[in-house]
């Protein structure tokens, strides 16, 4: 049984950081696609970031380019998701997902995979 277990989330002020995690067990962790996704309220899921399964493709959605840094560990089946200067709009519950497809990226539907989600709060 795939499990996704997100970690990481809390309130933060307007320019702060967190860093989220997301443990994985129950699959071959190292050849999955990962990725970071968001839901705020009233809005619809978007795609915020993802990492191929060796690392050496990243893919990030324009408004949170050069703010944010998704990575991972292999050998701890664990993915990252490094946020810096937050803001208000950043405000979201975050979620891991992982996908077997290597062109899934930010592709939402390629992923089969998704964990229960981490609240982010970001206050003006």
């Known amino acids: 049984q795939v499990q996704l277990v997100e970690s990481g989330g809390g309130l933060v002020q307007a320019g702060g950081s967190l860093r989220l995690s997301c443990a994985a067990s129950?699959?071959?962790?190292?050849?999955?696609?990962m990725g970071w996704f968001r839901q705020a309220p009233g809005k619809e899921r978007e795609s915020v970031a993802a990492i191929s399964w060796s690392g050496g493709n990243t893919y990030y959605t324009d408004s949170v380019k050069g703010r944010f840094t998704i990575s991972r560990d292999n050998s701890k089946n664990t993915v990252y998701l490094q946020m810096n200067s937050l803001k208000p709009e950043d405000t979201a519950v975050y979620y891991c997902?992982?996908?077997?497809?290597?062109?899934?990226?930010?592709?939402?539907?390629?992923?089969?995979?998704w964990g229960q989600g981490t609240q982010v709060t970001v206050s003006s």
């Open positions: 129950g699959l071959t962790f190292w050849i999955y696609t």
């Open positions: 997902a992982a996908a077997r497809s290597t062109q899934a990226m930010g592709f939402m539907p390629a992923y089969e995979n």
